[in-house]
């Protein structure tokens, strides 16, 4: 998403709002974004802040950064990049009750393509992938440790980048409520 973003978007300056600097993903997507800003000599053009997981931490992580705007103390990015949609919902609503948008003031993303980023308007740009990937590389290192077999230390899935409205782009995919709700029941 970041590359998106710097690419397309022109964005040169970030808030990175990840969640628990103790979790191991969030550590991987945090290396990933850090590796970016140092490949493209931007060290000095992001903020990055730990919180949680929930809605919530992206409320209180807004509210705290908006009074150091408010205080003059640093200026809203470019772009906010969130470790998870959950956050990326809670900052983002958060942000409308001091009056601002996504696009318009700045660009958002989340992580794991869940419904709330998908019904969210606007739609929040996040990455997907296949859960039931994950199910089934469980089972099968599961299954591969059970007969003593040696597995790999880190094992990965694919996933893939969803724009939507909240960088200024517009997916493909076009969202059914009633299908994504029976998918979910």
Known sequence: NISHLYEIHNAKSFW???GP??????QCRTEALLSFV??????DSYELIYTGFEVVDGRNT?????????????????AVI???????VGFLAEA???GLSAPKDFLITGFDDLDKARYFKPRISTVSYVRED???MCVDIFLRLWKGEAVDKESYIESYPIFWESCGCESPIIVNERTQLKHQI
């Open 62 to 78: 807004f509210i705290r950064l908006y009074e150091e705007v408010q205080a003059g103390k640093v200026a809203l990015p470019d």
């Open 96 to 98: 409308e009750l001091k």
């Open 82 to 88: 969130c470790a998870n949609d959950n956050l990326a």
């Open 16 to 18: 990175f709002v990840m």
């Open 38 to 43: 140092r490949e493209k000599n931007l060290s």
């Open 134 to 136: 994950i199910a089934e």
């Open 21 to 26: 600097e103790v979790n191991y993903e969030n």
